[in-house]
C-alpha cells in the first residue's frame, strides 16, 4: 500500500495477456515481511519467464506518460504562454538528463510530476474559464494526480491557498468583504475538484484493488487478538488469522502518531464503503511515517540517516546541464531587471496590497508556478529524505515553463523609442535589431548546445 496502484496497473496490464508465470507459492509471497525483493528476483529469473520481454512491456506504460506528458506541456503551456515559450520549455524537457532517465522505469517519479503538472494547470484554467465542464476536468486531473504518488497530497493545502490568492486579486479593488466573498465562493469550488477526484478516481480505482481483499477477521476474538499483539505481527499466527485488510492495517500502523488517525483508518479498514479510502490512507500515513524516519545516503564524502539542507540545491547544479542552468539564469537576470527598470514608475497613491493585487491579476499563472517551486523545493529540502534528482523532477516543467516564458516575452519585446523621419530613429531601429539577432542566436546556440550534451 506505500504507493498509489495507478502507475503500476498501467505498466502490469500488458502482462496480463501474456501467460506469465507468477511464484504464488514462494514462502516470500506470503510471509516475509520484505520479501518483495526476493520475490521479484524469482518472479523474473526462477519462473520460467524472459526478463526481457517482461521489462520491455512494462517500461511501454511509463514511457507513453511521458511522451503524454511533453505533449501537455506543449499544449498547455500553449495555451498560457504562447507556442515559442512551450517549444523552448518543451526541448528542456525532451532532452533533460532526469526526465530521460526516469522516464522509461517503473516508478513514480515522472509520474509524480505529471500528476502535479496537470493538477496544477487544470486547475489554474478552471479558475480563469470556471465552469462545469474546467470544474469536471481539474477535479479529474486532481484524482489522476493522487492515484499516482502520496506527495501529491500537497496539492490539497497549495490548492486552497491558490483559491484565496485568486479571491484576494480579483475582489481586493472593491473591498475586504468582498474578498472574503470571493473566498469563499473558490473555497467552494476548490473542495467540489477535490471531491471529484477522490469520488471519481481514487474511490473506483482502490475499490477495484480491494475487492478481492478479505476485509475482517473471522471472529471478535481474533480481532481482539490482533488488536492486542499488534506490536508483533510477523509473529500472529497467520495460518489460523489468515491475511486482511484490518490484520495489514493496524499492523502497519501500530507505529504511527498521532495514533488517533491511525485509529480512524483501522475503523474504516472493514466498512464495505469506506474500505478504498481507509487503504489509500493506510498507504498515505506509511509515506509519512516513512519521510519523517529519513533515509541512508551518501553524500560529499558522508554517509548519513539525517537529511541535510545543501543536498537538493548542490544535485540539482551538479545534475542538470549547464545550458539549461544558463537560461533559468539568464530569466532571472531579466526579471530582475524589469524590476529595477519599474521600481520608480509605481503610482504612489497605491497601496503595496493593491500593487500585489494588480500584479497577480496580470500575471496569476506565473505567480502560481513561482510559488509551486518554492513551496516544493522548501517542502523537500526541509523534509528527512534524500532520495536524488529526481525527487525535485515535479518542479522541472514549472521551471522550464517559466523561464521560457520570461526569454521569450524578453526577446519579442517591442521598440520603446519614439519614431520619426530622424537619422538618430535609423540608428535606433538597427541598433535594436542588431541586439535582437544576437539574443535570439544565443538562445538557439544555447538550446543546441544543451540538445548536442
Known sequence: PEHPPLLKDISALPLVFMGINFPDQSMYWPQSLNGQWDLGRQFLYESGNDPDRILFWTRLGPIALTVLFGYLLFRLGSLFFGKGAALVATILFAFSPAILAHGKYVTTDIAAAFGFFIAIAYFLLYLKEPSRKTLVVAGLAFGVAQALKFSLILLLPFFVGIAVLWAFAHAYHESWRAVGVAARQWLLGTFAVFAIGYLAIIWPLYQFHTWNYPAGTPTAQV???????????????????????????????????????????????????LRPFAQYAHGLLMVGHRTVGGNTTFFLGDVSREAWRSYFPIVYLIKEPLASHLITFAALAVVLGMYARNRGKRHAH?????????FLRAYFVEATMALFILF?????????????????????????????????????????????????????????????????AALVIVLAWYVVS
Not at 514549472?398 to 523561464?403: H, S
Request: proline letters at 6%; aromatic letters at 12%.
Open 223 to 273: 480481532r481482539e487478538e490482533i488488536a492486542v499483539t499488534s506490536r508483533y505481527c510477523p509473529e500472529l499466527d497467520m495460518a489460523r488469522i489468515g491475511p486482511s485488510q484490518y490484520r495489514d492495517t493496524v499492523c502497519n500502523l501500530k507505529t504511527f502518531r498521532p495514533h488517533f488517525v491511525a485509529d480512524i483508518v483501522i475503523w474504516a479498514s472493514d466498512k464495505p464503503v
Open 350 to 358: 497605491a497601496s503595496r496590497l493593491a500593487r500585489l493585487a494588480a
Open 376 to 440: 516544493y523545493w522548501s517542502v523537500s529540502i526541509a523534509g528527512n529524505l534524500n532520495i536524488g534528482v529526481r525527487h525535485l523532477i515535479p518542479v522541472f516543467p514549472f521551471t522550464f515553463l517559466l523561464a521560457s516564458s520570461i526569454i521569450v516575452s524578453y526577446l519579442q519585446r517591442k521598440p520603446d523609442f519614439r519614431f520619426d523621419l530622424s537619422l538618430e530613429t535609423l540608428r535606433e531601429i538597427a541598433s535594436f535589431w542588431k541586439r535582437k539577432v544576437l539574443q535570439y
